[in-house]
């Protein structure tokens, strides 16, 4: 298969990706038939807006044009809007965007991108792409990388004399204090931490960080076995749920990172864990928190804790029943190449996937964190997604199910950690997964 160039003339690029280009008529202009695709390409924050300039400019070079589907906000409505369209073998999506966690799910329905590669992936980060190549073949380009953070108001720990907090503990008694402090003079809707508390992949996300903080492994282990049913998970879950109703309000059992962005970027929180995107749109003219906003790694937990991050990301790759394959590679190709990472990481601050990135000057000028929390970025942990390969969604919801029924006070945590290890354990029947 041959691939198009994107800086090509349309005209040339047309006939090399062997689109027909219809003859020209007397009197005509020349006509060209061009390949009409359709991109999910996400609708949390700015995705859609940026998205929609960087097809508009791929379609200018190239002649095509590009339908943007509006995708839902939570990647567990995303997957199973794909598995839908996918099951039906549709041809209405060309190119889609896949969560960090999904190559294992739905591998079977997207093309093999190495070909036509030339080998650019190997200036991503070579563990990405490894998460990307399921049984030999390159079934994802890695578009953004994402870690969780722990977003605070400057101005108020300095009001208050606190620092950025090292440990949960911390973080719990900062919170309350200029909760009650903030509230006290009339700010009644001040609350101390918001995070990704409803019932989907999200939670999933922040539950991972809180056990993985108190040393409570990663819920199944890369060797398949199964670690969840341990006293640290349990103390982390019953911290989190402590959380509920104190310092996070009882509605952050139903927010996503959008709903908790909402409530930081209003200026009525002090903490808030969200992925790197918040940055940016913390800092645009139309929000109250701008220039009063600091990032760290999150919390550890405990003195003797860690601090954990769960790895996110996103990649773009090709639907196997797209029906303008060789103009969708090219997209993708545009979209996960270094000017695009490096211009969506300036406007939205997207992480890049390429290392590169990380030591550019106009990159780390709009988000000078990439480059003091790059380590958080490198060595964020994994959810158990490619060892649990085509069950991953299973176990996901396992997880968050538990944690949920923790968080709003159904169970404690040692009781829901033994019941998850059982479901687990059922999941795999057996000894594989
Ligand atoms: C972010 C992450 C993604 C994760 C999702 C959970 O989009 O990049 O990996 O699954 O959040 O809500």
Redesign the pocket.
């Known amino acids: 298969m041959k691939r198009c160039a994107y800086g090509a003339a349309a005209a040339v690029m047309l006939a090399a990706c062997g689109e027909k280009v219809a003859a020209p008529t007397a009197g005509d202009a020349p006509k060209t038939t061009t390949a009409e695709l359709t991109i999910s390409c996400g609708s949390?924050g700015q995705d859609f807006e940026i998205c929609k300039k960087l097809t508009d400019e791929w379609s200018a070079k190239t002649g095509n044009t590009v339908k943007l589907f509006t995708a839902p906000n939570?990647?567990t409505d995303i997957l199973a809007l794909f598995r839908q369209q996918f099951g039906a073998q549709s041809s209405e999506m060309d190119v889609v965007m896949v969560?960090?966690?999904w190559p294992g799910v739905i591998k079977e329905h997207l093309l093999d991108l190495a070909p036509y590669t030339k080998g650019i992936e190997k200036t991503h980060f070579p563990a990405i792409i490894a998460n990307n190549t399921v049984d030999g073949k390159l079934v994802a380009m890695p578009w953004f990388t994402?870690a969780g953070l722990l977003y605070y108001r400057k101005d108020l720990l300095e009001k208050y004399g606190q620092k950025a907090p090292d440990t949960w503990e911390e973080m719990t008694a900062t919170a309350q204090k200029i909760q009650d402090g903030e509230r006290q003079a009339g700010n009644k809707e001040m609350q101390g931490y918001v995070f990704?508390g409803k019932s989907?992949?999200?939670l999933s996300?922040n539950a991972l960080e809180w056990v993985a903080s108190y040393k409570g492994g990663s819920v199944i282990e890369a060797d398949g076995s199964i670690s969840i049913d341990n006293p640290q998970a349990a103390k982390a879950l019953d911290m989190a749920a402590h959380w509920v109703g104190t310092i996070a309000p009882k509605s952050v059992l139903s927010f996503?990172?959008e709903e908790a962005r909402g409530v930081f970027q209003n200026g009525n929180a002090v903490f808030m864990r969200n992925?790197p995107y918040a940055w940016s749109l913390s800092q645009k003219d139309d929000s109250k928190v701008k220039d009063k906003v600091g990032i760290a790694a999150l919390p550890k937990g405990g003195a003797d804790g860690q601090s954990a991050a769960t790895l996110?990301?996103?990649q773009l790759a090709v639907s196997k029943y797209s029906k303008h394959t060789d103009a969708a590679v090219d997209l993708v190709l545009y979209l996960t190449s270094k000017e695009v990472q490096k211009q969506r990481a300036i406007v939205g601050s997207y992480n890049p996937t390429i290392p590169e990135l990380y030591k550019d000057a106009d990159v780390l000028k709009a988000a000078p964190f990439f480059g003091s929390l790059y380590q958080v970025f490198t060595s964020a942990v994994a959810r158990p997604a490619s060892v649990t390969g085509e069950k991953y969604n299973e176990v996901s919801s396992a997880f968050w199910n538990a944690t949920y029924t923790t968080l709003s006070g159904q169970a404690k945590g040692a009781d829901s950690v033994k019941k998850l290890g059982q479901e687990l354990t059922h999941i795999r029947r057996g000894d594989q997964w």
Do not use: A, F, L, N
């Open positions: 949390v939570s990647t969560d960090v966690v994402d990704q989907y992949e999200g996300c996503g990172e992925w996110g990301g996103w």
